[in-house]
């Protein structure tokens, strides 16, 4: 699945296309955020989720066949009984969405001042860190706690990801394949000729 990140002009709404590896294409809307110079949450969403392995967590449940509600069909056949797969795959990845919220929540406050609303000083080397975070876990057991290393290179890469939005101007995108890591910046006319 490759998910492509538009910049538009600042203050439009975000939002992403997803190329599922099945031919289907959707539109994620952006919940409401608009563009500017800082990363729209679903691409943190998938920086981190891809760098700390949560295949559960929601563009990992959206590659294996699940929709939600701020997606729309763009093209491509659904298979059959698609609506009865997505509704299985949410139920069974609730926890690890949940979970996955969260840790994208603490990576992005490790990422940025390092301190979390609530919780002090955020760090993802710390397990009372995570601790504190993972015990509003909903009662289904959450995938384990990230490994330190895992978490530094969750929070590097979504810095990484950080810089590339902001060195994007609008009519440009970045693309990202899962599960690969593969970022690229191309104009919208460049995806037309």
Known sequence: MRVVFPRLTDGSENYAVVHRDDGVIYRVRGNGQRCGPELPHDLAH?????SLGLTGGFWGSVASGAVF??????SGRRRPHAAET?????RE???TIQY????????E????????????PARLDDDASISRLTARAPPTPPPPPPAAAAGRAAVAALRAAQARWRALNPGEEL??????QRVATRSAASRTS
Not at 69 to 74: A, D, G, L, N, R
Not at 100 to 107: C, H, I, T, Y
Not at 109 to 115: L, R, T
């Open 109 to 120: 406050q490790v990422a940025g001042d390092g301190k979390a609303p609530g919780l002090g």
């Open 46 to 50: 998938f920086v981190v989720e891809r």
């Open 69 to 74: 509600t701020s997606m729309s069909h763009v």
């Open 100 to 107: 996955a919220e969260m840790m994208v929540w603490l990576v």
């Open 93 to 95: 990845q609730r926890a």
């Open 175 to 180: 693309e990202l394949a899962w599960p690969g």
């Open 86 to 90: 997505s509704k299985k795959i949410k």
